[in-house]
């Protein structure tokens, strides 16, 4: 229903209602995403002059060790959110990574850590499921290509909500063990992430469950922003000069920058500006390819890429994505699927984080625009690696070597260290590019 009148929430939220970002009609923070008169996305949208009173620099680092240090930018009521320890993972400044590629000021915001289930779908997950429980579902569900099924089904344990998640049945394996260990409902659907999310928008209508990504998609997408806040505090109160970051329905790259200008808008962080830069698998690269061919309406694709947890055809907020990219003098670009794993590769024997297919894309694009001489060496740049090598280990199996086997004596090591020696001269060129 839309509202004559501004809602009226508890006095104690700062979050007051929902806005279509299209025509900015109005609606009661219910379980809704799409506007009923122009079909344009919905979003929360907060009483900044109230935050701007309760919030500071000081009340937020005495919060607690979690995302939920900016529960005053978060679309919920509750005290008690549930709390698994996601967020705050680290901003590492990555030395050796960035010589490699002539950046003197690179860091990785390293949510390969977040708690629990080692991608940042966690974040987004807290604030839908606290969320799902103020507005009294019991049941709770997700579209999925991978992370968000983990995420969901472990954080909906925690709480104790039913849970019922739909994936498309193709998954690498570690990301549907690592969502049925929860017990979850899982529903391996014979298509592929768009046809999932088609029927999950379904069973949301018939069965009155909440979907993290589809009905509670305005509280779900909100998250992310905490991957803006994080940087800017951890950077010492200081925004960016360039961020990449992958894009899958371009929701996250969308509310990084929300997160920013939130905080510059409350007065918490010195206003300049923030390049952003997004990158997709180029074998489903909707974004990209509108980006480079200077539209501004994204295209549909069919998804055929190693890179399964941003396979997202159909992007829901791709125009938004293009458009920021374009307005902040960034760029999306794409990465092969033999150039994600060089990524994942580089990633990995320069600063020792072993990221997912995702986190590959977004540093095969990072040395591209540094290549391309698009990212000024001094730049305060932050690559975002989003998730976890170890779920997705097909995508490096048979281009990772060997290891030595040997007997268990000490000559028997020192010829395979002889031939280890010999291998390395040869300049090991495992990786085709
Ligand atoms: C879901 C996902 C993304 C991108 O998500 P958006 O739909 O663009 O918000 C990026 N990286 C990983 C690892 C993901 O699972
Ligand atoms: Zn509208």
Request: net charge negative.
């Amino acid at each position: 229903m839309v509202l004559a009148t501004a809602p009226t929430t508890s006095p104690r939220a700062a979050f007051t209602h929902l806005r279509c970002k299209e025509c900015g009609a109005e609606y009661e923070p219910k379980a809704t995403h799409v506007c009923e008169l122009c079909f344009g996305p919905l979003e929360v949208a907060y009483d900044y002059a109230a935050i701007r009173e309760r919030v500071s620099r000081d009340s937020i680092r005495q919060g607690p060790h979690s995302i939920w240090r900016y529960k005053d930018f978060l679309p919920v009521t509750t005290a008690t959110p549930i709390d698994l320890g996601t967020g705050l993972t680290p901003l590492i400044r990555a030395e050796r990574l960035g010589r490699r590629l002539g950046l003197k000021n690179l860091y990785l915001k390293n949510d390969a850590v977040n708690m629990p289930t080692l991608s940042f779908k966690d974040r987004v997950v807290s604030v839908a499921l606290t969320r799902a429980q103020e507005l009294g579902f019991t049941t709770v569900g997700c579209a999925s290509t991978g992370n968000l099924a983990n995420s969901t089904a472990a954080i909906a344990a925690h709480a104790g909500l039913e849970c019922c998640v739909f994936i498309p049945a193709d998954l690498e394996a570690g990301k549907v063990l690592g969502t049925l260990i929860y017990r979850p409902t899982v529903m391996a659907v014979k298509g592929n992430y768009d046809q999932v999310n088609r029927l999950c928008s379904e069973v949301a209508n018939t069965h009155g469950w909440g979907f993290v990504n589809i009905n509670l998609r305005p509280y779900y997408s909100e998250g992310s922003k905490t991957l803006g806040y994080e940087v800017v505090e951890q950077l010492g109160w200081r925004l960016p000069d360039h961020i990449v970051a992958p894009l899958a329905s371009g929701s996250l790259f969308t509310k990084i920058h929300k997160g920013f200008r939130e905080f510059v808008e409350v007065g918490l962080v010195e206003d300049r500006p923030v390049r952003c830069s997004g990158a997709q698998a180029q074998g489903c690269s909707p974004i990209a390819q509108a980006f480079a061919e200077h539209r501004d309406f994204v295209t549909p694709v069919k998804p055929n890429t190693i890179a399964k947890s941003i396979a997202i055809g159909n992007p829901a907020d791709g125009v938004y994505a293009l458009d920021q990219a374009r307005k902040t003098g960034g760029s999306i670009d794409m990465a092969t699927d033999a150039e994600i794993v060089a990524g994942i590769q580089l990633l990995a024997e320069t600063e020792g984080i072993f990221t997912e297919t995702a986190g590959g894309t977004t540093i095969a694009v990072l040395q591209k625009l540094a290549a391309a001489g698009r990212i000024d060496p001094e730049e305060v740049t932050v690559a975002y690696i989003t998730g976890n090598g170890l779920k997705t280990q097909e995508a490096v199996q048979g281009y990772v070597g060997e290891p030595f086997t040997i007997e268990p004596q000490l000559d028997s090591f020192a010829r395979a260290l002889e031939r280890s020696h010999t291998l390395e001269r040869l300049e090991w060129q495992t990786i085709p590019v």
